[in-house]
């Protein structure tokens, strides 16, 4: 079946640094890929819609100059999350849309200190 | 948007069937709907999703209400790998919003 991939699976950092998380379909090519944030006990968030060569499209509420996404290739997004604050903590979820179907990426957990 | 209700949470025996609702009383005629389910640290799953008729596979059954503002998730023979949190989503992967989903707890 159709695979996701995520790195890191999981990442520390420091408060005011520049994380990065990459999303790649490994089988398939994605036209369309998606962002979610999960904090504990919580359902999945929708942030953004991320489309192959065009903008991505923001939820209401998410701060795209904080939360930068580049989907440059069929097989790539990623997701930058800037100046990153100890609230950004979470666990981030891609997932690429292919024949009607969603496949979900293993997710990276976040933890700024 | 179609939203979906669940209940919060639900407890099974192992090896017993569970039966897991989702109402959709708003749903479109072109409408899919979906489940996937969760387990603890992970990306979601996919499960199954239908349109009208009932679907089955490996995994669970999906039966749709004739009038299709509800359906069930079945699980035949719950496992303690079964526990996790399922959602019903409609319009996915169009229309990417979870729900609150059900927590399902198996015990053995």
């Known amino acids: 079946g159709a695979v996701v991939s995520q790195h890191p699976s999981w990442v520390i950092c420091k408060s005011g640094t520049s994380v990065k998380i990459e999303c790649r379909s490994l089988?398939?090519?994605?036209?369309?890929m998606f962002w979610y944030r999960q904090f504990p006990k919580q359902s999945l968030m929708l942030m953004a819609t991320s489309n192959e060569g065009s903008k991505a499209t923001y939820e209401q509420g998410v701060e795209k100059d904080k939360f930068l996404i580049n989907h440059a290739s069929l097989t790539l997004s990623t997701l930058t999350v800037t100046s990153a604050h100890p609230e950004d903590s979470s666990f981030y979820i891609c997932?690429?849309?292919?024949?009607?179907?969603?496949?979900f990426g293993p997710g990276t957990r976040l933890t700024v200190l | 948007d179609a939203k979906t209700t669940q209940p919060n949470s639900m407890e099974s025996n192992e090896e017993e069937p569970v039966h897991l609702p989702c109402n959709h009383s708003?749903?479109?005629?072109?409408?899919?709907i979906h489940w996937y389910r969760q387990l603890p640290s992970q990306g979601p799953e996919y499960v199954i999703h239908?349109?009208?008729s009932n679907v089955n596979n490996r995994m669970a059954s999906l039966a749709i209400a004739e009038d299709r503002k509800s359906s069930t998730l079945i699980l035949h023979r719950a496992t303690l790998r079964d526990a996790a949190v399922y959602y019903c989503i409609l319009r996915y992967p169009n229309d990417m919003r979870f729900g609150a989903g059900t927590r399902l707890t198996v015990k053995p």
């Open positions: 239908g349109l009208t």
């Open positions: 089988d398939f090519q994605a036209t369309t």
């Open positions: 708003t749903i479109s005629g072109t409408d899919y």
């Open positions: 997932s690429a849309k292919r024949t009607g179907r969603g496949f």
